[in-house]
């Protein structure tokens, strides 16, 4: 059974910081990973998917890496401003297209 | 090219009463699956459904839970006599295809009184 990881659950950071958020899988048979940005009592807005077979996406100040084997990912946030405070969660997607989800990292980023 | 169309987008119900919710996929999309998430918990898969069939409704409760997508209209997610423990934000998401992006609506939350 598919289980993901996020720790820590949250994080402060003064703006301006780079910071990277860290994903953890336990079975690397998955077809591809996705990092969404999930507002208080909003949905999902999908930042990035990289396939089993990529190493990273990059869209913007967002950069995502998979490394399948080791069953990790990680988003790296660069220059990181008050508007990136949101929780972020990391899904995989495994058997029969459904996304195993981890419990989301909220990350707070401090004028 | 809306998105995710979900509705209604808040819900309460009393306990006892049945409780429906709508999704309409993206166009062109026709592959749809619903998750739930719990207070304090993450968001966990229930069902996936492609036109007219159910692929996949490993995450569904045995009970009083049903899903459908019919050839045309939206679909529903249907939970009956309601409980408290079915409070919660019912996410869709739709994809063009298998194993690919999936984009999530807005979310219907369900307050049981």
């Known amino acids: 059974k598919q289980e993901v990881t996020q720790i820590p659950a949250a994080l402060s950071v003064p703006e301006g910081e780079n910071l990277v958020l860290n994903c953890s899988f336990t079975d690397s048979a998955i077809y591809n990973l996705q990092w969404f940005r999930q507002d208080p009592g909003k949905g999902l807005t999908s930042l990035l998917l990289i396939q089993s077979s990529q190493r990273e996406q990059t869209s913007g100040r967002l950069n995502a890496s998979l490394d399948k084997s080791s069953g990790r990912s990680t988003l790296y946030i660069a220059a990181s401003q008050p508007g990136d405070s949101a929780t972020y969660l990391c899904a995989v997607n495994g058997a029969n297209s459904k996304l195993t989800f981890g419990k989301g990292i909220t990350l707070s980023v401090r004028p | 090219n809306a998105g995710v169309m979900q509705n209604p987008r808040h819900l309460v119900r009393r306990r006892g009463q049945e409780a429906r919710l709508r999704c309409s996929p993206m166009?062109?999309?026709?592959?749809v699956y619903w998750y739930r998430q719990l207070p304090e918990e993450g968001l966990k898969f229930m069902v996936y459904?492609?036109?007219?069939?159910?692929?996949?409704e490993s995450g569904m409760p045995k009970e009083r839970f049903s899903a459908e997508f019919p050839k045309e209209g939206p679909s529903i997610l249907r939970i009956q006599q309601v409980v408290r423990g079915d409070s919660a934000a019912y996410f869709c998401?739709?994809?063009?295809?298998?194993?690919?992006?999936?984009?999530f609506g807005p979310g219907t939350r369900l307050t049981v009184t």
């Open positions: 459904l492609q036109k007219e069939n159910i692929i996949d």
């Open positions: 166009k062109g999309h026709s592959h």
């Open positions: 998401a739709s994809s063009v295809d298998r194993e690919v992006v999936q984009y």
